[in-house]
Nanobody, 125 residues
Framework: QVQLEESGGGLVQPGGSLRLSCAAS????????MNWYRQASGKERERVAT???????NYADAVKGRFTISRDNAKNTVYLQMNSLKPEDTAVYYC???????????????????WGQGTQVTVSS
C-alpha cells in the first residue's frame, strides 16, 4: 500500500531554516500533485504549497518568498524548503500526494489523496 514518510521537522529559532521531505512508497500510475499542508494548534488546516505534475507551483500568501516546494520524480519525493521561519510557522506539517496508486486489496489503481503522518515544526527562541 501507499505510505508517505515525512522527515525534517524539529525546533528552530526564528529566522532559521528547515527542509521537510516526504517520500512516497508504493506503485503510482500517475501523480497529479504534491502538496504541503500545515495545521497550527487551534487553527484550521491550510494548504501551504503545491507542485503539479507539470511543475507549476503555488504558495499560500503567508509563506511566499520564504518557502520553496520541489520534487524528485524518480524518488517520488517532495520537499519543502522553509527559510526565514517565524513563530507563526509553528505547526504540524503534512504531505499530501494526489494520484493513482496500486491497491493490492482491490487489485486496481485507485485515485486518491494520500497523506503523510505529519511532522512537527516549532519556531521558537
Amino acid at each position: 500500500q501507499v505510505q508517505l514518510e515525512e522527515s525534517g521537522g524539529g525546533l528552530v529559532q526564528p529566522g532559521g531554516s528547515l527542509r521537510l521531505s516526504c517520500a512516497a512508497s508504493g506503485r503510482f500510475a500517475s501523480i497529479n500533485a504534491m502538496n504541503w499542508y500545515r495545521q497550527a494548534s487551534g487553527k484550521e488546516r491550510e494548504r501551504v504549497a503545491t507542485i503539479t505534475s507539470g511543475g507549476s507551483t503555488n504558495y499560500a500568501d503567508a509563506v511566499k518568498g520564504r518557502f520553496t516546494i520541489s520534487r524528485d520524480n524518480a524518488k517520488n519525493t517532495v520537499y519543502l524548503q522553509m527559510n526565514s521561519l517565524k513563530p507563526e510557522d509553528t505547526a504540524v506539517y503534512y504531505c499530501k500526494i494526489s494520484g493513482a496508486a496500486w491497491a493490492w486489496i482491490s487489485g486496481r489503481y485507485t485515485l486518491n489523496d494520500y497523506w503523510g503522518q505529519g511532522t512537527q515544526v516549532t519556531v521558537s527562541s
